[in-house]
Nanobody, 128 residues
Framework: QVQLVESGGGLVQPGDSLRLSCAAS????????IAWFRQAPGKEREGVSC????????DYADSVKGRFTISRDNAKDTVYLQMNSLKPEDTAIYYC?????????????????????WGEGTLVTVSS
């Protein structure tokens, strides 16, 4: 059964904003680090943002730093990704993922491992 479900994707113009949601079920999500990945056609899946379970600290890939903000509401088992100042190169399928052991820095620098759960993704298209 699906344990991570993304929502909030859609079609927006450059400079617009979107907020993605990742709803967890079937496990105790507050014990997990939650990350957002994205994948465009023909490209590798990349770690975009990450938020820890330990202290709630956030980390970001250089490509989105200053534009995206990750947050979590443990009471709702939900993690959000606020995306501002969207660019065409942000177009991708966005996935959320949960890991019990992988550190956020490793995820956003492309060195992630040990992902325990994946969502199925939500499409974000940025086009004029």
């Amino acid at each position: 059964q699906v344990q991570l479900v993304e929502s909030g994707g859609g079609l927006v113009q450059p400079g617009d904003s979107l907020r993605l949601s990742c709803a967890a079920s079937g496990f105790t999500s507050n014990y997990y680090t939650i990350a957002w990945f994205r994948q465009a056609p023909g490209k590798e899946r990349e770690g975009v943002s990450c938020i820890t379970e330990s202290d709630g600290s956030a980390d970001y890939a250089d490509s989105v730093k200053g534009r995206f903000t990750i947050s979590r509401d443990n009471a709702k088992d939900t993690v959000y990704l606020q995306m501002n100042s969207l660019k065409p190169e942000d177009t991708a399928i966005y996935y959320c993922a949960a890991t019990f052991s992988t550190q956020c820095r490793a995820i956003v620098t492309g060195e992630y491992y040990g992902i325990d759960y994946w969502g199925e993704g939500t499409l974000v298209t940025v086009s004029s």
